[in-house]
């Protein structure tokens, strides 16, 4: 493995090392790291509450109580069957995905 301290030829001929070269994204996938930006959370989280908000009553209910338990005490808590709680599950992701919502 090449250090990113390694000098590098460039185009115009000037000094530059090879970790100045590389894009970050490169960068991250040399290192097995990846970077994420801090405002593309707040973006997600912001996205997740408006979607959730939007929600109808019911499906928003569960939602919000799927945030902190599990499903079985979900579905014990609403008395819902596993086949209703399974379509509900669905609509939720559909709803989610209707307001730009996909890293769950």
């Known amino acids: 493995m090449q ?36 405002f593309d959370a707040i973006d997600e989280a912001d996205a997740l509450e408006v979607a959730i908000q939007k929600m109808p009553a019911e499906l928003r209910q569960v939602c919000e109580h799927l945030r902190c338990h599990s499903m079985s005490s979900t579905m014990e808590k609403f008395g819902l069957p596993r086949r209703r709680f399974n379509a509900m599950r669905v609509e939720i992701a559909e709803h989610l995905k209707k307001y ?5």
Do not use: K, M
Not at 3 to 19: H, K
Not at 100 to 104: D, I, S
């Open 100 to 104: 730009g919502v996909t890293n769950l």
């Open 3 to 38: 250090s990113f301290e390694t000098p590098v030829d460039t185009v115009d001929e000037t000094f530059a090392t090879l970790g100045g070269e590389i894009c970050d994204e490169d960068q991250n996938r040399r290192n097995q790291s990846t970077y994420t930006d801090p």
